[in-house]
């Protein structure tokens, strides 16, 4: 795997910063600021800022922050980076929708993946980065699935723009099935649902760097869907599936992220329950398994990567691992780890 150089985002006068979402029902601190060493990957956690229930999954733009309350009533919230932590910016808004599980950042909006009410919400963004005080529009799934326990309705569980920036993507694990939508003048128009494997319980989705390819995890069978991505048409297309571990899990697994490699030779996935790491190779249109590690702690959450380093939130021990990864294979090295209460995400800016 080739790293690819100038990809790291600056904030506090160039410091690397990282910032680890938590379920603070659960015991978390709230949202925590660890610095980031650029040598080794370890975080250093600076301080919490605590305040805003479940902030659950978290996204950087510029020097903002976002977080979402993963909470019946669901809500998001903004806060300005640039001092020793995160400032809260005014309160809290509601996105209309209950369970928020995912947000991201495109076009002077924030989406929301909301799970409990399966929708997906847009909230504009103010000229400072600030959040408007509501949504602009809450777009609502129909459907189910065959899992009588986890599919009776829709539960939207991821949303992001594609790398063209021209269409919006949303997961749905409740109803087996990526919809794809255009944000037209702070709404989302649906464009086509693409269904997927019945009762695979599609979760997260990552995109190729290459743009013409996306990689679907599904939590309900521990596979991963690979489908060709036409950013002209908007169409999504499945082509093949392949199991992210190496034999039939004994217990409980359930993969929870998934990261493309920037250069596009390996991409990497989370199983909680197994609570490993899986690195699988790209090749065309399919995926080899390299390699199976362990996560460094328990229920990994999500994954990110940046800068040659892996980084896995495990919810249930508490801590943050980080991870050196092999230039050629993509294959982490555990580095070390940081205590996180609940921990459910981490973002790097």
Not at 54 to 59: G, N, T
Not at 122 to 131: E, H, I, T, W, Y
Not at 293 to 310: E, K, Q
Request: charged fraction near 15%; aromatic fraction near 6%.
């Amino acid at each position: 795997m080739r790293r690819r150089e100038g990809t790291a985002v600056a904030s506090g006068g160039g410091r690397r910063r990282a910032y680890i979402g938590s379920f603070t029902a659960a015991g978390g601190r709230g949202v925590l600021t660890a610095a980031v060493d650029p040598d080794t990957g370890a975080l250093t956690v600076l301080g919490a800022v605590d305040g805003v229930p479940d902030p659950s999954y978290l996204a950087v733009s510029g020097d903002m922050l976002y977080a979402v309350s993963e909470t019946a009533d669901g809500a998001l919230a903004a806060y300005r980076l640039g001092g020793a932590t995160p400032e809260l910016v005014g309160a809290p808004v509601p996105v209309g929708g209950s369970g928020p599980t995912h947000l991201s950042v495109h076009a002077g909006h924030v989406l929301t993946a909301n799970y409990g009410s399966g929708s997906v919400t847009v909230v504009p963004l103010r000229s400072d980065g600030a959040v408007a005080d509501g949504p602009s529009a809450v777009l609502r799934h129909r459907g189910s699935g065959p899992v009588p326990q986890r599919q009776q309705r829709p539960h939207a569980h991821q949303v992001q723009p594609d790398p063209s920036g021209r269409w919006i993507v949303s997961v749905d694990l409740g109803t087996d099935s990526v919809r794809v939508c255009v944000l037209e003048g702070g709404a989302l128009r649906p464009h086509r649902e693409i269904a997927l494997r019945p009762g695979g319980g599609p979760r997260h989705l990552a995109f190729h760097p290459d743009g013409d390819r996306a990689y679907v995890l599904n939590e309900l069978t521990p596979t991963v869907t690979v489908c060709r991505w036409d950013a002209d048409s908007g169409v999504l297309t499945p082509v093949a599936e392949k199991p992210v571990l190496p034999d039939p899990p004994a217990g409980d697994a359930y993969p929870s992220g998934i990261v493309a490699s920037p250069d596009g030779h390996v991409v990497w996935t989370a199983t909680r329950g197994a609570d490993v790491l899986s690195v699988l190779a790209v090749e065309g249109d399919a995926l080899k398994p390299v390699a199976t590690v362990p996560c460094g702690g328990a229920w990994p959450r999500a994954i990110t990567f940046s800068d040659g380093f892996l980084y896995a939130a495990n919810e249930r021990s508490g801590d943050v691992t980080w991870f050196a990864v092999d230039p050629g294979s993509g294959v982490p090295r555990r580095g070390g780890s940081v205590q996180a209460p609940a921990a459910s995400c981490v973002v790097l800016g």
